[in-house]
């Protein structure tokens, strides 16, 4: 069985609990002939304790940004349970949802996608404390004001009437990261916030992200293509391959000791472990990701893996194995 529950991790002191968590697409020829089913996330559990930074590695298409698109109520869950500071996301009501996104904060991929083109920076900032109830106007300044000063846009002057388009890159994404904090979220989703961005500047946003991560106590999730810089920047990593997690765990055991094949096929193929290159592209394991409108049976990663057993791996799913303490790796080469 592909639990995927880490029993180790689980506390009562967690700010967020997925249980089998399922997100599939329906794909449709001329609009309405069902053409298959995208298993995007297929199957994947996890909790989350106040406080910790987790990165989510795997290659693209894996499902990384559904996986986070669900947690923030923007893809549907097709099964499984999201249990969001003690509250479940199935049965929330639209006030409810609209209290989950003050208490995540999202910073998405390309910032200037992010922000709109034809508001002021202030007017960016100012909108997410109107839609929740920030009334008072000198309030509103405050806020925005220390905000744009924990980000490094010093002096706010400066910025608050400028349009995005006048900001640089790494400028625009301290907007939106400054965005996502201006509610005091408790958590902190970023989608590879730093992938469009140049390397020096990119190491800046991602020492920006867990300086404010420690300073707040906030839980960070984000996701990066970069196992390189995961060290620098994580607790935990969650390796996902075709919608599902293969191996999880804290990141010095995860990747001083990988136990999972992926997991080590991913760190063989980084190059250069300098902080200072985070953002670069890496050549991945030999062959293709596969399709998942059609996930192979058994372990997802068989057809690619060089120590794939036949009549097994190809055959069964993969049960959990637990190396040590709060590391798990779904693969049958431990039985
Ligand atoms: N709205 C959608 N409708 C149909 N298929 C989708 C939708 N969103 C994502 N997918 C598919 O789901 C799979 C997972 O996509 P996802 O964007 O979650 O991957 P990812 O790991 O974030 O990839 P990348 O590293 O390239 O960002 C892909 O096959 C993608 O094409
Ligand atoms: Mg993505």
């Avoid at 607790?235 to 010095?252: I, P």
Wanted: aromatic residues 6%.
């Amino acid at each position: 069985m592909n639990e995927q529950v880490h029993p180790a991790s689980a506390s009562a002191q967690a700010l967020l609990t997925v249980r089998d968590l399922r997100t599939w697409f329906t794909l449709r020829k001329w609009g309405f002939l069902h053409a298959g089913t995208v298993h995007a996330v297929d199957g994947v559990s996890f909790d989350l304790a106040r406080g910790e930074a987790v990165a989510i590695v795997g290659e693209s298409g894996c499902g990384k940004s559904t996986l986070v698109r669900t947690l923030l109520g923007l893809d549907r869950p097709t099964e499984g349970e999201i249990v969001i500071e003690g509250e479940s996301l199935g049965t929330m009501d639209a006030a409810a949802l609209r209290r989950l996104r003050a208490t995540v904060g999202y910073v998405q991929q390309d910032p200037y996608g992010a922000l709109p083109p034809f508001m002021s920076i202030s007017k960016i900032l100012a909108e997410p404390l109107r839609i929740h109830g920030v009334s008072d106007r000198r309030e509103r300044d405050r806020r925005i004001r220390a905000a744009l000063e924990e980000v490094g846009l010093t002096p706010p002057d400066e910025f608050l009437e400028k349009f995005p388009h006048m900001l640089s890159g790494g400028q625009q994404q301290r907007v939106v990261i400054a965005r996502a904090l201006i509610l005091e979220p408790a958590l902190i989703v970023a989608d590879e916030p730093v992938s469009m961005l140049d390397a020096s500047v990119s190491v800046g946003i991602l020492r920006l992200l867990r300086r404010i991560q420690h300073e707040r106590a906030l839980t960070l999730v984000f996701i990066t293509h970069d196992l390189s810089t995961v060290r620098h920047f994580a607790n935990r990593v969650f390796v996902m391959y075709a919608g599902r997690f293969v191996e999880t765990g804290a990141v010095d055991d995860l990747l001083d000791t990988p136990q999972h094949p992926y997991t080590q096929a991913l760190l063989a193929a980084i190059a250069d472990p300098d902080p200072d290159n985070a953002g670069r592209e890496r050549p991945v394991p030999g062959g293709e990701p596969p399709s998942l409108v059609r996930p192979p049976p058994g372990c997802r990663f068989h057809p690619r893996c060089p120590q794939v057993m036949a009549g097994l791996c190809d055959r069964e799913e993969p049960p959990a194995f637990e190396p040590r303490r709060g590391q798990t790796s779904w693969c049958w080469l431990h039985r």
